[in-house]
């Protein structure tokens, strides 16, 4: 009679089998740097994540359909940007604006109503939310990037006038890009459309006006944007 001795497994075979593994997963790794090399790769890590941005733009206001609001003029700012390395970056800004406006008296003939322009300054005080269509990364040093900010504008008075617009609440839709010029050092370009809303006195319905309105003002900045700490 035969005796059917039981078949013990080898203590190789696991040992053997993670090498084969092993050797699938390097050929994996190696087949999946195939395509660009990372020192000629278009796409690079945005290696900072807090930006100081000293910025100098142009405000493209008409003053609403009264014109009484302010007008275009030259905007200086500051921001500091956060997470700017994410897909979500969150700022918080400070700009001022040279602006100028017209001037409504009522008590004025009809058709000398309207005199000007005078100088009507603004400061604005906003935080905005971006989102990085690039996530982390640029694209031959581009990092284009979509959102929306939100704050309070404060108006200057100009004396001896019908109307001042005073401290408005606004909102701006933006859109721009960053582009690298080192790790630390980026130029930006960004473009707004703000909405702020415009309340008329009583005196301007006689001139055919509404008694408010939301206005739509293009907004362009540019901007030099600094790694922090540097």
Excluded: C
């Excluded at 997963?25 to 796409?43: E, I, L, N, R």
């Excluded at 009484?68 to 921001?79: L, N, S, W």
């Excluded at 989102?131 to 581009?142: A, C, Q, S």
């Excluded at 930006?188 to 005196?203: C, D, L, P």
């Amino acid at each position: 009679m035969f005796e059917l001795l039981p078949v013990r497994p080898s203590a190789r075979l696991p040992a053997a089998a993670a090498t084969i593994l092993l050797l699938f997963a390097g050929a994996g790794a190696a087949a999946a740097q195939v395509g660009h090399d990372p020192a000629t790769s278009p796409y690079t890590d945005v290696r900072h994540s807090v930006w100081m941005v000293f910025s100098g733009g142009e405000f493209f206001g008409s003053g609403g359909d009264a014109g009484v609001a302010p007008h275009d003029g030259p905007v200086a700012g500051f921001r500091m940007s956060f997470l700017a390395n994410k897909t979500v970056q969150i700022d918080a800004g400070i700009m001022y604006g040279f602006l100028g406006r017209m001037v409504y008296d009522p008590f004025q003939p009809q058709g000398q109503r309207f005199s000007g322009p005078v100088d009507n300054d603004v400061l604005w005080v906003d935080g905005a939310i971006h989102f990085n269509l690039m996530g982390g990364k640029t694209w031959h040093r581009l990092a284009p990037f979509v959102g929306n900010a939100i704050g309070m504008a404060f108006v200057e008075d100009v004396r001896s006038t019908a109307f001042n617009l005073g401290t408005k609440f606004y909102f701006a839709p933006l859109v721009g890009v960053r582009y690298f010029l080192s790790d630390k050092l980026a130029l930006t370009a960004e473009s707004r459309f703000q909405f702020w809303n415009i309340k008329y006195t009583v005196s301007f319905a006689q001139e055919g006006f509404s008694a408010s309105e939301w206005s739509v003002t293009p907004w362009v900045n540019l901007g030099l944007a600094v790694a922090w700490p540097f």
